[in-house]
């Protein structure tokens, strides 16, 4: 690495693992039975429950895969910027109150399997069952993104052999997670999601200062390629179209389907704290994706060498060593850190729960004590780390493109069956199963084609059918539908 002293940035990755597993240890005292690992007792503040959606929705893509994309495509990022904004506002605006309403109306449901279940009454366990199996699916790409971030983190910044960045990545997450469960997840994420947003100010500002006059700063740029200065053309020069702009727009759809991020909902001790903390986490995610983007434009300016495919996601860590002092590095490398645990471990941790919760529990021991549940909870973060891990070992893989497909995958099978759920009363059980189908099996086959209309990202598709899937089952299943609309109505006019 090209920092002077190599030692005084691995002095700084110490400090914060010894912060993570502090918070992880605390956690672990605080948490007494299933409800606490899994929701933290649903007592987050308004402040802890937006840093820690926000944090672990960013994850390592943050400060790696949009620099990246931000570096090679320029102002076409903004629309994927844009969008997740969008997103992000509209998720706390129109799910938040009501999920952290009807999660506790309807059995006090700690998971989102089984918040459905009991909405729609799912006696025969089918809808709960498969909606835990693709969260299980899904997670594990997603999960193993992030284990990618932290091997090219480790890689580039200590020149360890890829396989051991990936297994360090892999255990340090793993321990606080499994041992302290939500608390320790969500505390520190607030920790992470303020050293991830510190840095994507300082780092793009810095860098920037070095050039001095932006307006030369637009000439270099445009002097290299103009069409990274033109948000609706590709680098190449060949137009954006709807269609481009459309999929880089559309990731804020992925918003609704995420468990990671609703759990925050689930927990967020009122409804009433809602308000606040959709602005403090509009905020944040406004700062870092900003940050995010300009740090991919002057890795055009500031890196002489042009990158190459996957190279280009190291654009913030060859910023970082080119520009800082070791020890100020070592505090900026580990944002990346923070971004990537941020993440996985809110995925284990959403893994685990439905593991332990709507499979284990369910399937297979029903009278499960609290203390085995518990102890089924962490052993699953072990299992899944390692599954994930194995997914991890290919360092080819671009993080963004493991990234997109688990955001899609989410965001189709579970983004219009949690929104519908919450709005529309005469929503049937069966309804639900296909709009979980339906829209993750559309993820599943359209990403394996391409050429016209299925360049499209695939969430977009897959949100339409799942849609029309649950409204069109819905209506022609009429068995409980009386019966099911006339406990939503109930539901929503309890005071809250």
């Not at 695939?458 to 539908?481: H, M, N």
Request: glycine share 10%; proline share 4%; net charge neutral.
């Amino acid at each position: 690495m090209s920092t002077q002293n190599p030692l005084l940035v691995a002095f700084t990755f110490a400090v914060y693992f010894a912060v993570v597993w502090m918070i992880g240890w605390y956690a672990y005292r605080r948490t007494r039975d299933l409800a606490d690992f899994i929701l933290g007792g649903r007592r987050l503040g308004s402040g802890v429950a937006a840093l820690s959606a926000s944090a672990s929705d960013m994850s390592g893509w943050l400060l790696l895969g949009l620099p990246g994309f931000a570096y090679a495509a320029g102002l076409e990022s903004i629309w994927l910027a844009g969008g997740l904004l969008l997103g992000t506002w509209a998720n706390w605006r129109f799910v938040a109150a009501r999920l952290r309403v009807f999660s506790l109306a309807y059995g006090n449901a700690l998971t989102l399997p089984e918040y459905l279940a009991n909405r729609f009454e799912d006696r025969a366990g089918w809808l709960r069952g498969i909606a835990a199996l693709f969260i299980l699916l899904f997670f594990l790409l997603y999960t193993s993104a992030g284990l990618v971030a932290g091997g090219k983190l480790f890689q580039s910044v200590f020149g360890l052999p890829y396989i051991w960045a990936v297994a360090l990545g892999m255990l340090s997450i793993m321990i606080y997670t499994a041992v302290g469960g939500f608390l320790a997840v969500s505390w520190t994420d607030v920790f992470q999601g303020l050293l991830m947003a510190l840095a994507l100010v300082v780092v793009p500002w810095v860098a920037l200062s070095q050039i001095g006059d932006h307006r030369l700063a637009l000439e270099v740029i445009e002097a290299s390629n103009p069409n990274l200065l033109n948000p609706f053309t590709h680098a190449d020069g060949s137009a954006l179209g709807i269609i481009g702009i459309l999929s880089l727009s559309a990731w804020g759809l992925g918003y609704f389907g995420q468990p990671h991020i609703l759990a925050r909902f689930q927990a967020i001790a009122s409804p009433r704290k809602v308000p606040l903390a959709r602005w403090i986490a509009v905020t944040w995610v406004a700062v870092t994706l900003a940050g995010a983007t300009l740090t991919g434009l002057a890795g055009i300016l500031i890196i002489e060498q042009p990158l190459p495919g996957e190279a280009r996601e190291t654009v913030f860590i060859l910023l970082v060593e080119l520009l800082f002092h070791p020890l100020a590095a070592g505090f900026l490398l580990a944002a990346i850190l923070a971004a990537i645990m941020s993440t996985a471990d809110s995925q284990l941790l959403v893994c685990s729960s439905t593991f332990t919760e709507d499979l284990y529990r369910t399937l297979l021991r029903r009278k499960a004590g609290t203390g085995e549940l518990v102890t089924v909870g962490r052993g699953t973060v072990v299992l899944i780390s390692l599954v994930a891990f194995w997914l991890a070992l290919d360092p080819e893989a671009m993080v963004l493109e493991l990234v997109a497909y688990a955001w899609a995958g989410f965001g189709a099978a579970f983004g219009p069956a949690l929104v519908l759920s919450l709005y529309w009363p005469r929503m049937t059980g069966f309804g639900a199963l296909a709009g979980i189908l339906v829209g993750g099996l559309t993820v599943l086959g359209w990403r394996q084609l391409e050429g016209g209309l299925f360049d499209l990202y695939e969430i977009v598709p897959g949100i339409l059918f799942a849609t029309a899937a649950i409204v069109l089952v819905s209506r022609a299943d009429t068995s409980k539908q009386e019966a099911l609309a006339a406990r939503f109505k109930k539901v929503l006019a309890t005071p809250s």
